[in-house]
């Protein structure tokens, strides 16, 4: 991105981010943390929870979840880690989300996805976080670094810059069952050993993405789905479905927020 004096939001000046030193991972806040053996939910521990926003209120509802769960954490910590999707769903939560009273320099944003595009190309997931969130909060901002000319090393040294655990994820759902960018047939799927690669072209692009490692290790998963086209695959989705890609990804501390129909 271009220099921090044009933008509110600051790029990472660190390698590696600061909670990434070795040392105990930071437990769960909030709901996730009373649930465990012997709590009164502790059948629900292997289930992801569900919550139907109104469709009014949908981009409202949808980022005072986002506040609640960065809020929480705040409290316990001395920065927090957000890792956002793009596509259409997400941008008015997105708006709604800049005007909220956080301490936006204790946020770190990192990309959960990005197409192999240019700087500024409307295809690319940071063009839309930028005119939505990042251009008017001072967060600091991790960007995928896309347009590096050895992808490989470069997917390398993003997975470097995460913690061992993000904090929050936010995930969408494609009409096909794929999240984030684990699309169905990619071999991607079966990657274990990097929790950050690259896909094969999709949808015109070839992308890079956090994988199921990177995801199954958060501390909150939010998935956010609208839209009828969507409602089959997030019911398959809710039921654990792992012949698609995004039913194979962790549940136990996953939200899955809908819309109403």
Known sequence: PGAASTRPW???????????????????????????????????????????????????????????????????????????????TPWPA????????????????????????????????????????LEKVPAVVH????????????AAAYARQLPPALDLVHLGLGDDGHTASLVPGDPILTVRDRRVALTQSYGGHRRMTLTYPSLDA?????????GAEKAEMARR??????SIPAGRVARERAVLAIEEE
């Open 10 to 88: 600051r790029p990472a000046a660190l390698p590696l981010h600061p909670s990434a030193a070795p040392g105990a991972l930071p437990r769960p806040m909030g709901y996730w943390a009373r649930i465990g053996p012997g709590s009164p939910d502790e059948a629900r521990f292997d289930a992801m929870k569900r919550k139907v926003l109104a469709s009014a209120q949908f981009a409202e509802q949808a980022a005072a979840v986002m506040v609640e769960a960065l809020a929480q954490r705040l409290e316990h910590q001395a920065e927090v880690s957000l890792a956002l999707s793009g596509g259409r």
């Open 94 to 133: 997105f708006r709604r989300l800049a005007e909220a009273a956080i301490d936006w320099p204790r946020v770190h944003v990192y990309q959960v996805d990005e197409r192999i595009a240019p700087a500024g190309d409307r295809a690319r997931n940071l063009t839309g976080l930028e005119e939505t969130l």
């Open 143 to 154: 960007p995928m670094p896309v347009e590096a000319a050895d992808l490989q090393e470069a």
């Open 218 to 226: 958060a501390q909150m998963l939010l998935w956010l789905v609208s």
């Open 237 to 242: 989705l809710y039921e654990g479905d792992r």
